[in-house]
Nanobody, 127 residues
Framework: QVQLVESGGGLVQAGDSLRLSCAAS????????VGWFRQAPGKEREFVAA????????LYADSVKGRFAISKDDTRNTVYLQMNGLKPDDTGVYYCAASLGGTLSARYRFPQTYDYWGQGTQVTVSS
């Protein structure tokens, strides 16, 4: 079992930055692939970013590439999502998810690849 707890969401203005945290327990982040997804009202959950078990490989959605950065701290067993240059379109509930095995690849863009999910944290970007 893996438990994931997100934090760091909030209400910000366009152009601001936020850093989301995903604290894991039950497994160390060096043994799992972790992804971030978001879901806006009335829309499907969409992929944002993912990081490999080693942290050496990252994957981003085109919509956030160059603005968001995923990273992890093995000593804190936490994965982060640094979000810069936020836009109103970035508004939604942000979820982190964990997959127990495999090498990070394009299939980790899909929610069904993941085994465990956090409860989500709300990010609202006003214009």
């Amino acid at each position: 079992q893996v438990q994931l707890v997100e934090s760091g969401g909030g209400l910000v203005q366009a152009g601001d930055s936020l850093r989301l945290s995903c604290a894991a327990s039950g497994r160390t982040v060096s043994t799992i692939v972790v992804g971030w997804f978001r879901q806006a009202p009335g829309k499907e959950r969409e992929f944002v970013a993912a990081i490999s078990r080693s942290g050496g490989i990252t994957l981003y959605a085109d919509s956030v590439k160059g603005r968001f950065a995923i990273s992890k701290d093995d000593t804190r067993n936490t994965v982060y999502l640094q979000m810069n240059g936020l836009k109103p379109d970035d508004t939604g509930v942000y979820y982190c998810a964990a997959s127990l095995g495999g090498t990070l690849s394009a299939r980790y863009r899909f929610p069904q690849t993941y085994d465990y999910w956090g409860q989500g944290t709300q990010v609202t970007v006003s214009s």
